[in-house]
């Protein structure tokens, strides 16, 4: 499956539309997190911790994107917008959702 941000494949043009895919991962922040997190903001530097916790939401919004454009029987995902949110009452939880137009490509 060719997962791309670009409108087009090079070399490989667009042969069918099969439709917009959209795809949410969400996960929570837990306390041992927050407390390393808040470490890091006061003595500085990139919480790692942090970045695992966006990585990991990427990524599962993006696998979960190409099982659901596979099932439609494309083979990439074009035009793929990621976005970034935090929600709940303390902004502990992040969700990542994936959005894309599904096609078949030769």
């Known amino acids: 499956m060719i997962l791309t941000t670009t409108n087009a494949i090079e070399a490989q043009p667009v042969e069918r539309y099969m439709g917009i895919v959209t795809a949410q991962a969400i996960i929570g922040a837990n306390i041992f997190k927050d407390i390393f997190a808040g470490i890091r903001d006061i003595i500085g530097g990139r919480s790692a911790t942090y970045e695992r916790v966006i990585e990991e939401a990427k990524s599962n919004a993006l696998n979960e994107l190409s099982l659901k454009a596979q099932s439609?029987?494309?083979?990439?995902?074009?035009?793929?917008?990621?976005?970034?949110?935090?929600?709940?009452s303390n902004g502990s939880m992040l969700m990542v959702v994936a959005t894309g137009t599904a096609v078949k490509v030769s």
């Open 72 to 88: 439609l029987g494309a083979n990439a995902v074009i035009g793929i917008d990621l976005d970034f949110e935090t929600i709940g």
